[in-house]
């Protein structure tokens, strides 16, 4: 402050080197400034981190390079997590603050006012039927913000920016929530919106972009659906299994990771 289950931890399991080095600090200080990236980008990152600080290298062992950063990020609340891209299904990571909500941190950053304007297109993203809200619909709310009204340029600016610290995504002109936000967000949308917002039936995470079967109302993500209907003749629904009649996307396939050899 947009999918192995979104928001738990990346697992830290034993390293043929399991000590923390320049390589694992170069590569959170790499992603502290981007506030999250996707798997090849992590991948590409593991890699040149290693080679630039001559520490073991393994293509394949990402996620236990990240669990001996986690390790050392526990005393301060903090941790990498994996997630997915709403619309997409990609892996991604974000480092997550577990001491406050990324609300509460944002203060920080952000005036009184440019907070109420986050926390209004959240609200509108989550009230929303496909999990987007229009940017002049937010441009029209910046004239009722308080404690100030804000201009429609200056809202224009903040949500930009918003878009830029990966707390929002923005496409044809709509906006919705960033993997990274609803990976710091997930409890506090589900404990500030019990009764609007629910989790995907099959990966049991938060679900914003969502398609919900009109028999039982279920909600899942567009890509664990597709993951679930791809064997099947007509696709149905997960839980009732009556006929799904939604458009169910095609699978989005990962950009190629960096090659699986070793080097030291």
């Known amino acids: ?5 979104a928001s738990t931890p990346v697992a830290a399991f034993p390293l043929c080197q399991d000590v923390h080095t320049d390589a694992h600090r170069q590569f959170l200080q ?39 950063i986690n390790r050392q990020l526990q005393p301060l609340s903090m941790e990498i997590r994996k997630g997915k891209e709403e619309e997409s299904g990609h892996t991604c990571y974000a480092l997550v603050n577990m001491a406050e909500t990324a609300v509460t941190r944002m203060a920080s950053d952000y005036t009184e006012t440019e907070l109420e304007l986050f926390k209004k297109t959240m609200h509108q993203i989550v009230l929303s039927e496909n999990g987007f809200v229009s940017s002049t619909k937010m441009l029209n709310v910046a004239d009722q913000l308080k404690p100030k009204k804000m201009r429609k340029g200056d809202a224009e600016q903040v949500l930009r920016r918003l878009v830029q610290e990966k707390w929002l995504s923005e496409k044809e002109g709509e906006f919705t ?7 710091e967000l997930e409890q506090y949308i589900l404990s500030h919106y019990p009764d609007m917002v629910s989790k995907c039936h099959i990966c049991h995470t938060l679900v914003i972009q ?11 993500h567009a890509h664990c659906l597709a993951r679930y209907v791809q064997a099947q003749t007509e696709p149905c629904c997960p839980h009732c299994k009556q006929f799904w009649p939604q458009r169910v996307p095609e699978l989005s396939q990962p950009a190629t990771l960096p090659s699986t050899s070793t080097s030291r």
């Open 1 to 5: 402050m947009s999918r192995a289950k």
């Open 30 to 68: 790499a992603l502290m400034s981007r506030g999250a990236v996707d798997r090849v980008r992590a991948a590409t990152l593991h890699r040149q981190c290693c080679e630039l600080h001559r520490v073991h290298y393994a293509a394949d062992k990402l996620d236990e390079f990240i669990g001996v």
């Open 177 to 183: 929530l960033h993997a990274r936000c609803i990976l």
């Open 210 to 220: 969502k398609q919900v079967c009109p028999d039982c109302g279920i909600a899942t």
